[in-house]
């Protein structure tokens, strides 16, 4: 079997075992790789060069709507839990605690951070007097650890990466609008950075953030049909401030408890893309985020290689200084070939292929990886040419993604009926819900699938609850999800 050939053949197709191709392409991508420690990975390169540039594109965001960034400690007092009864509860299977340091019992244990509200609340109730200090609008980058008992690589790991955003306010309005703004966020920078649809919504009760009064949502939909919960935003109501003491002075001269929010997203992005865009090739990677978006690859005889070489060089310096991630592979060991799938395999948006006929013609070759359409283009005009393509590859793969969520999203009337549909269709499921716990409960327990959200724009309004047939109070996206 030749390299080339070879190369494919290792990623198992997604028709086979979507499963497996996850696996296959993000270890053949070297993306990240397996650590000692049960649950947890690490992030190589390429893989922790995609959260970069996420990082970069939120911090902006975050920023430009009023918010700075701080830190907070990795350890946590348990005592810090037990005043949000909620909370606790619906952490406490996954707290990790230290008990021991230094060769001695802790007097009290500690949690190692699986979410800050507690540490931001004992911390804001000392900053925070007056209504001059409002609204407190921080966030955090840092890593945060839940043990999990089933893990996927940057789906859900024991340890992962995020983002947490605690604000406080002096009323509801305020902390509510808070929580829709960040929403939209999110959801501007999944679809326009990530390519990605979302549906956005609230979560029902029991899906809801431990301690939140309401959780907000965007969903998105995997090439397998499931669900990914792609960023939350809670508000918080007055629970956390009263559990720690968060108040202010208001403008009566009378003492008033906070209103807080918090919102999230996390390295499960780095999965999502993966899931959403990704082929039997291999990865396709949204251009915004891609650690190198063009890849140059010279070709031709031995004879013309300095002179190909030479202007590679050339066109790769002015890419570069129009702020293009480029790289070159000029390998003379290594076969175009081979090349040109192994960076299909790691995909990259462009590759731009530079021959001596090329040279005489003035012009390169421009490859996308979505489309796998071959252009010539001007040299004299490489730099336009290349942010043109890039801007029309965003486009391509988010409305293949919206078209993929179209085609998988049906309508169902009955539990019975999404049963079957479940069986034999991927994808989500729109529903009447009565609001009731109990039938939520039962299409979980029956169909493996969870309520994602109650969409704020549904395709359609349903009347009667799937389950019991009463008026339905609600219509839910239903799914199987990671």
């Known amino acids: 079997m030749s390299k080339e050939k070879g190369f494919v053949t290792e990623i198992t197709p997604q028709s086979e075992d979507f499963s497996r191709w996850y696996i296959d392409v993000i270890k053949k991508a070297e993306l990240m790789d397996y650590s000692p420690v049960r649950g947890c990975i690490v992030f190589r390169p390429d893989g922790y060069e995609l959260w970069e540039n996420m990082q970069k594109e939120l911090d902006q965001r975050f920023k430009d709507t009023g918010h700075r960034n701080a830190y907070f400690p990795l350890f946590i007092p348990e005592?810090?839990?037990?005043?949000?009864?909620?909370?606790?509860?619906?952490?406490?299977?996954?707290?990790?605690?230290?008990?021991?340091?230094?060769?001695?019992?802790?007097?009290?244990?500690?949690?190692?951070?699986?979410?800050?509200?507690?540490?931001?609340?004992?911390?804001?109730?000392?900053?925070?007097?007056?209504?001059?200090?409002?609204?407190?609008?921080?966030?955090?980058?840092?890593?945060?650890?839940?043990?999990?008992k089933r893990t996927l690589p940057f789906l859900r790991t024991s340890e992962f990466l995020w983002q947490e955003g605690h604000t406080a306010h002096e009323d509801e309005t305020d902390a509510r609008k808070e929580t829709m703004q960040m929403l939209d966020v999110y959801t501007d920078f999944v679809q326009n950075v990530l390519a990605i649809p979302v549906i956005k919504g609230q979560k029902t009760p029991s899906e809801r953030f431990a301690g939140a009064v309401d959780t907000f949502s965007i969903e998105a939909m995997m090439k397998d049909g499931r669900a990914v919960q792609a960023g939350t935003s809670h508000y918080l109501g007055t629970k956390f401030a009263v559990a720690f003491d968060i108040k202010y002075l208001d403008r009566e001269n009378t003492q008033q408890y906070c209103h807080t929010t918090s919102w999230g997203v996390s390295t499960r992005l780095i999965g999502a893309l993966i899931m959403v865009h990704g082929d039997d090739r291999g990865l396709v990677l949204p251009p915004k985020v891609a650690a190198t978006q063009v890849v140059m690859i010279p070709i031709g005889p031995p004879k013309t290689r300095e002179v190909v070489i030479g202007k590679t060089d050339e066109l790769f310096a002015q890419l570069k200084a129009a702020g293009i991630r480029v790289r070159v592979d000029d390998r003379a060991d290594v076969s175009p070939g081979w090349k040109f799938n192994e960076y299909e395999m790691r995909g990259i948006p462009i590759r731009l292929e530079l021959g001596p006929r090329d040279l005489e013609n003035g012009q390169c070759v421009l490859v996308s990886r979505v489309s796998g359409e071959k252009k010539s283009v001007p040299i004299d005009n490489l730099v336009e040419e290349v942010k043109s393509l890039l801007e029309q590859i965003h486009n391509d793969m988010f409305e293949r993604a919206l078209a993929f969520r179209q085609d998988n999203?049906?309508?169902?009337?009955?539990?019975?009926?999404?049963?079957?549909?479940?069986?034999?269709?991927?994808?989500?499921?729109?529903?009447?819900?009565?609001?009731?716990?109990?039938?939520?409960?039962?299409?979980?327990?029956?169909?493996?699938?969870?309520?994602?959200?109650?969409?704020?724009?549904?395709?359609?309004?349903?009347?009667?609850?799937?389950?019991?047939?009463?008026?339905?109070?609600?219509?839910?996206?239903?799914?199987?999800?990671?």
Request: hydrophobic fraction near 35%; proline fraction near 4%.
């Open 79 to 148: 005592s810090f839990f037990n005043k949000e009864k909620e909370h606790v509860e619906g952490f406490n299977p996954e707290l990790p605690f230290v008990t021991e340091a230094g060769g001695e019992q802790l007097e009290e244990k500690l949690a190692i951070r699986p979410t800050s509200e507690t540490m931001f609340g004992h911390m804001y109730a000392k900053w925070i007097n007056s209504y001059r200090d409002l609204p407190l609008l921080i966030n955090q980058w840092a890593n945060v650890v839940r043990w999990e």
């Open 409 to 482: 999203f049906y309508s169902i009337d009955t539990l019975d009926e999404y049963k079957a549909a479940i069986e034999e269709k991927r994808g989500f499921a729109l529903a009447g819900w009565c609001g009731s716990d109990a039938c939520e409960k039962q299409v979980k327990e029956e169909t493996g699938a969870t309520s994602r959200n109650i969409p704020f724009e549904p395709a359609e309004k349903k009347s009667t609850c799937l389950v019991c047939g009463d008026a339905a109070e609600h219509t839910v996206v239903f799914a199987r999800a990671y």
